[in-house]
């Protein structure tokens, strides 16, 4: 739909680098970078720079009055920002903005304890949010009732359930190891981990060392786990094969104890048992609410 058909003060597009190779006169009155990583090489003959040059093609055609807000905290980010021309008004958004769960913005101390929000990566997303909305203007108690009451989106470190103790989180939307990473960092307490699908190549050597740390089990949810089993064997864990959401979650429920979580983040692809990311967190979550309620008949 174009968006200019609904009437609003206010649009928020997230627009990929493929959108951003095609832009003209788009010019966001705030923009964001949030971070680079390496994704769509392929698309972009492999060189990182093309990569980050799209990206920041957000904000070609801002002026004086615009505002940008970048991640001062990612190298990446870092490198091309002093490679590029900045139009207009700019501001970093740091990690040491956040310290114990609250958040330094504008002068303001917003509280994310209350919130449903998890990991350090979900604290400087919060950041980009409170400065946006700071500069058009929005009070900081509503910032902060805002903060207070959000819910994550589905398949997005979706909290599902609380079965016997243990808690039960859909973040089905990880379809790579970056994802899967801030996933396993945000966990504060020990959860089995279901994890696989349709490989893409994945380097899973940035996981290990949480698995080792937080992991209690490992539940493969694939076609082929071969790289998941090569990977985190090695490390010991309890380690199982399975071919469903609902086998998975049996399995998953089978290794918790009370107090921990089991976290749906696979870190692949669903295509080899599921139509899409949405199926496989859907029949995650239903899996969930299933065991629920043999659990408590």
């Known amino acids: 739909m174009n968006v200019l058909e609904r009437e609003s003060p206010v649009h928020v597009l997230e627009l990929s680098s493929f959108q951003l190779d095609d832009i003209r006169n788009f010019r966001p009155h705030i923009a964001m970078l949030l ?9 972009y003959a492999y ?3 093309n990569y980050a040059r799209a990206k920041f ?8 009055e615009d505002l940008f807000l970048y991640n001062g905290s990612d190298p990446l980010t870092m490198e091309y920002y002093g490679k590029t021309r900045i139009p207009g008004k700019a501001l970093a958004i740091r990690l040491d903005m956040v310290r114990d769960g609250f958040l330094n913005a504008g ?15 979900n604290a400087m997303n919060a950041l980009f949010a409170i400065h946006a909305a700071q500069a058009m203007g929005v009070p900081a108690e509503l910032i902060q009732e805002g903060l207070s009451s ?3 989106a589905p398949h997005r ?13 859909n973040d089905s939307k990880a379809t790579n190891v970056e994802a899967a990473f801030y996933a396993l ?10 994890v696989g699908g349709q490989d893409k190549g994945n380097d899973y050597a940035p996981l290990v060392e949480l698995v080792r740390e937080k992991a209690r089990a490992i539940v493969c949810l694939g076609v082929d786990n071969r790289k998941i089993i090569e990977a985190f064997g090695p490390l010991g864990k309890p380690l199982v094969e399975t071919g469903s959401a609902t086998a998975a979650v049996q399995a998953a429920a089978g290794f918790a104890r009370p107090g921990d979580a089991v976290l749906l983040s696979p870190a692949c692809a669903s295509f080899d048992l ?6 496989r967190g859907d029949q995650f979550r239903e899996a969930v609410r299933e065991l629920k309620r043999e659990t408590e008949n």
């Not at 971070?35 to 698309?43: A, S």
């Not at 470190?157 to 989180?169: F, H, K, N, Q, T």
């Not at 960092?185 to 279901?194: G, L, S, T, Y």
């Open 47 to 49: 060189p990182m720079e």
């Open 274 to 279: 599921f139509k899409n990311y949405e199926d």
């Open 157 to 169: 470190m979706e909290w599902v359930g609380e079965i016997a103790g243990v808690a039960y989180y």
């Open 150 to 152: 959000y819910v994550n």
């Open 35 to 43: 971070n680079i990583t390496p994704d769509h090489l392929d698309r």
């Open 57 to 64: 093609r957000i904000i070609e055609n801002q002026g004086p």
């Open 185 to 194: 960092q945000a966990m504060n307490q020990p959860f089995v981990w279901i």
């Open 107 to 121: 002068g303001f101390e917003f509280d994310l304890n209350k919130s449903r929000l998890k990991g350090l990566h």
